[in-house]
């Protein structure tokens, strides 16, 4: 079965760099694309941004450009989602989320990971 | 991108049916058939309920359906049941090749 696996929680200061994995499995991983999405506490979903597993190629929401950094690894199914010069207003859980059509880019998000949380304070 | 525009709430009795709509632009909603819907319970990862505007995942039960019409989608459930007390939300593939999600509706079962 598909299965979306994310790391810990982590606290940061501001002005420092997370970096959120997602293990995934039960699927040809460089098959389907991945998204990142975040949403602060009492918050709405925010869409940051995808990583084609196969290629590497990514694409990343304008509010997030110059911040995010999407990478993977083919080797052992894993996608890495870094934010760096973290503010406080960033305290939100992320989620990594699986494309529904293999191949496909349309943001119908099939599977999610269970979240990380992701506080930062000084 | 703007983020599209949801109602903050819905409500409706037992056995009702609702519709929460989800307003973009032609950039967006308009523009491609790459609509979907989530239902998120507190504390829990979003589940997805629609895609492509009307289509279901295998597993979500027919009281959901979606259409669109111009630059806005919809999202109706019918025969409302206690345990569809939750938050939606819609969200659209662009034009700048990014998604956008709305920012959410909070459906009560009254």
């Known amino acids: 079965q598909v299965q979306l696996v994310q790391s810990g929680a982590e606290v940061k200061k501001p002005g420092a760099s997370v970096k959120v994995s997602c293990k995934a499995s039960?699927?040809?991983?460089?098959?389907?694309?991945m998204h990142w999405v975040r949403q602060a506490p009492g918050q709405g979903l925010e869409w940051m941004g995808r990583?084609?597993?196969?290629?590497?190629?990514?694409n990343y929401a304008q509010k997030f450009q110059g911040r995010v950094t999407m990478t993977r690894d083919t080797s052992i199914s894993t996608a890495y989602m870094e934010l760096s010069r973290l503010r406080s207003d960033d305290t939100a859980v992320y989620y990594c989320?699986?494309?529904?059509?293999?191949?496909?880019?349309?943001?119908?998000?099939?599977?999610w990971g269970q979240g990380t949380l992701v506080t930062v304070s000084s | 991108q703007s983020a599209l525009t949801q109602p903050a709430s819905v409500s409706g009795s037992p056995g009702q049916s609702i519709t929460i709509s989800c307003t973009g632009t032609?950039?967006?909603?308009?523009?491609?058939?790459?609509v979907s819907w989530y239902q998120q319970h507190p504390g829990k990862a979003p589940k997805l309920m629609i895609y492509?505007?009307?289509n279901r995942p295998s597993g979500v039960p027919d009281r959901f359906s979606g259409s669109k019409s111009g630059n806005t989608a919809s999202l109706t459930i019918s025969g409302l049941q206690a345990e569809d007390e939750a938050d939606y939300y819609c969200?659209?593939?662009?034009?700048?090749?990014?998604?956008?999600f709305g920012g959410g509706t909070k459906l009560t079962v009254l």
């Open positions: 032609s950039s967006d909603v308009g523009g491609y058939n790459y």
């Open positions: 969200s659209s593939y662009t034009s700048s090749s990014t998604g956008v």
């Open positions: 492509e505007v009307s």
């Open positions: 039960g699927y040809t991983f460089t098959g389907y694309y």
């Open positions: 989320a699986r494309d529904l059509h293999p191949y496909g880019d349309y943001g119908s998000l099939d599977y």
């Open positions: 990583i084609n597993p196969n290629s590497g190629g990514t």
